[in-house]
């Protein structure tokens, strides 16, 4: 688990083909490894990666296909930078909100605007993600915790203050840039629970109207 306050920005080494899937080298820059033991989770643009080896001015991890195919991590060249976080402790200031590190899709930058000494960013989210994500609530944007400020469809809005921008990589980010998504975690168990015994059944759809009003939730 993580918090989505980043740590670090670090940048990528190497991305190495492996046979369907791929070594990802990263250097770590002032991110302390002091601690980190081979095995430890660490998040890269918000997703959760194992340490597989410890060079000394950073660590390496697998990537699998299905990560590959699922984040924006395949598209990562010698240089990229990349936020870093190390996996929380019970010691550990929450200062965001918990994050998995497992990124649920693929969401694009639309929009990029200077308001003041902030950035206001429009994204647009895949169509099937739009449902958990609301005003006010947080979402986790190449794992970093942010505040939903506005949300049309599936576009949502966030204003990017000055300290945001220089610790991790937004700054970077341009209209059309992809970044990994993570929604709230409590929204995605909230749809499941509200399924009932549903849940079991492999052809429910999902929290509907129709579910809703069978739940009693609707008249």
């Known amino acids: 688990m993580f918090t989505g306050i980043i740590q670090a920005v670090g940048a990528v080494h190497s991305l190495q083909p492996r046979g369907g ?6 250097r770590t820059g002032k991110l302390d490894l002091g601690d980190v033991r081979l095995g430890d989770s660490i998040a890269v643009n918000g997703v959760c990666l194992t340490a597989v080896e410890l060079p ?10 299905e990560t590959l195919s699922l984040t924006s991590l395949g598209g990562l060249r010698p240089g990229s930078p990349v936020n870093l976080e ?18 649920d ?5 639309i929009d990029r605007r200077e308001d003041a000494r902030s950035v206001r960013f429009t994204l647009e989210a895949p169509p099937e993600l739009a449902r958990y994500i609301a005003h006010k609530g947080s979402i986790a944007v190449d794992g970093t915790s942010l505040t939903v400020n506005g949300v049309e469809g599936a576009r949502f809005h966030l204003n990017i203050v000055p300290h945001t921008l220089k610790e991790t990589i937004m700054d970077t980010y341009a209209a059309g840039t992809r970044v990994n998504l993570e929604v709230d975690l409590l929204a995605r168990y909230l749809e499941r629970l509200l399924l009932g015994e ?18 009693g939730f609707r008249n």
């Open 21 to 26: 899937d791929a070594r990802l080298r990263i």
């Open 56 to 65: 000394g001015d950073g660590f390496v991890a697998d990537v699998s296909r």
């Open 86 to 103: 190390k996996a929380l402790t019970l010691a550990t200031r929450l200062g965001g909100h918990l994050v998995s590190g497992h990124v």
């Open 105 to 109: 899709g693929l969401g694009t930058v």
């Open 198 to 215: 549903r849940a079991a059944d492999p052809g429910e759809a999902g929290v509907t109207l129709e579910a809703l009003s069978r739940a």
